[in-house]
């Protein structure tokens, strides 16, 4: 959804194959916070490879309509859904989060707008909570789900590991992007005149003995490796801080006592 230099992560096949794990990880926990409800019109801004927005519409009976910007992963998502007999749950539309394309008689008709993932990539987050309070109607809800990256904590500490995310972090200011944007959520609905009701942290960590755990050492790995070449850009580390931080987040992920803590900050407003 943000312009292509400003998404660092891409859209090559390997990071569609790190979404979809993502998606797997988080759907569950996020789907039961939008409490889609049967014939509830469901927005997905970022709708990205459309797994979240297929399961919406399951919940809702109706098509979800889904904007994503990127070409590529508006033609994965169309490949996931016929692969899964689920085309009819997708209202896909390429498009610009700051200026969605809605038509005239579909401002205002949305009972929720929903967007994950997508305000840390974009310059202007307030330009795009303010297409989603358009696009609900009276009542309807505005949910937002972002990271705020200061909260990552690993423990044993692997080495080099948090200086190298800290060089990533560096790579949204770069790019005139918020890598903390998670935090403020609730003042971003309000500045678009929504009600705020309710925040939550959604769990995106656990400890070895838990079946999640691998999975998130294996996202974070790689974040890691396609990022590498803003990492590098960033100056915050050469090449070897990088493959040495990698190489201890492999072996961090065969401790019995490692934990891996990091929640993704949730908001929802409505819209009076």
Do not use: K
């Amino acid at each position: 959804m943000a312009p292509d230099d400003r998404y660092i992560h891409g859209t090559d096949p390997d990071e569609q194959r790190r979404l979809a794990d993502l998606n797997t990880i988080l759907n569950q926990e996020s789907l039961a916070g939008l409490a889609v409800r049967p014939g509830d019109r469901v927005l997905e801004v970022g709708s990205g490879l459309g797994q979240l927005a297929r399961a919406a519409a399951r919940a809702a009976g109706v098509a979800v309509v889904g904007v994503e910007r990127s070409a590529e992963q508006l033609a994965r998502a169309r490949e996931l859904a016929a692969a899964d007999g689920e085309l009819d749950l997708l209202d896909l539309r390429q498009g610009d989060a700051v200026a969605l394309p809605l038509a005239p008689g579909e401002w205002g008709s949305f009972d929720i707008a929903h967007a994950r993932f997508l305000l840390e990539h974009v310059p202007d987050p307030q330009a795009v909570v303010d297409q989603m309070a358009r696009a609900v109607r009276p009542g309807g809800r505005v949910v937002v789900e972002d990271d705020d990256h200061a909260v990552l904590r690993l423990w044993p500490e692997p080495p080099g590991v948090m200086q190298v995310w800290n060089a990533y972090i560096r790579t949204y200011d770069r790019l005139g992007c918020d890598p903390f944007v998670g935090r403020r959520l609730v003042s971003l609905l309000a500045s678009a005149g929504l009600a705020p009701r309710r925040i939550d942290l959604l769990r995106f960590g656990a400890c070895a003995a838990e079946p999640m755990f691998p999975a998130l050492v294996a996202n974070l790995i790689d974040i890691l490796v396609g990022a590498r070449a803003a990492i590098l850009d960033t100056a915050g580390c050469d090449q070897r801080t990088i493959d040495v931080a990698i190489e201890s987040l492999r072996a961090f992920a065969d401790r019995r006592d490692a934990v891996f803590w990091y929640t993704v900050s949730w908001a929802e407003a409505t819209r009076a």
